[in-house]
């Protein structure tokens, strides 16, 4: 069974960072690329990073680049968030996903991951 199991969450004050995880099981993990989408309250779900698993490349949504980090231990089949100099906008549930594709145009859409997991909380506010 594909499983995938997003942990890290928390609330933390503007300017503050938080790493989440992302532990992947029943599939081969080396093979797939992994992306992280968030959703706020009342908004859609959007890309925020993925990492190519193809060529190792990494892709950042405008919004977080510079302040987040995406990657990966493909011995230990998890991935991560490095989230930093948070802002109260980047609050939302975030969603670790898997994907067969490898270019940007296919990583930042979400009809183009397979295997989702259950989203973390992430509340940046003073």
């Known amino acids: 069974e594909v499983q995938l199991q997003a942990s890290g969450g928390g609330l933390v004050q503007p300017g503050g960072s938080l790493r989440l995880s992302c532990a992947a099981s029943?599939?081969?993990?080396?093979?797939?690329?992994v992306g992280w989408f968030r959703q706020a309250p009342g908004r859609e779900r959007e890309f925020v990073a993925a990492f190519n698993w193809r060529n190792k490349v990494t892709y950042y949504a405008d919004s977080v680049k510079g302040r987040f980090t995406i990657s990966r231990d493909n011995t230990k089949s998890t991935a991560f968030l490095q989230m930093s100099s948070l802002k109260p906008e980047d609050t939302a549930v975030y969603y670790c996903?898997?994907?067969?594709?490898?270019?940007?145009?296919?990583?930042?859409?979400?009809?183009?991951?397979?295997?989702w997991g259950q989203g973390t909380q992430v509340t940046v506010s003073s």
């Open positions: 029943g599939f081969t993990f080396s093979s797939y690329a």
């Open positions: 996903a898997s994907s067969p594709y490898y270019s940007y145009s296919d990583l930042t859409s979400r009809i183009k991951y397979d295997y």
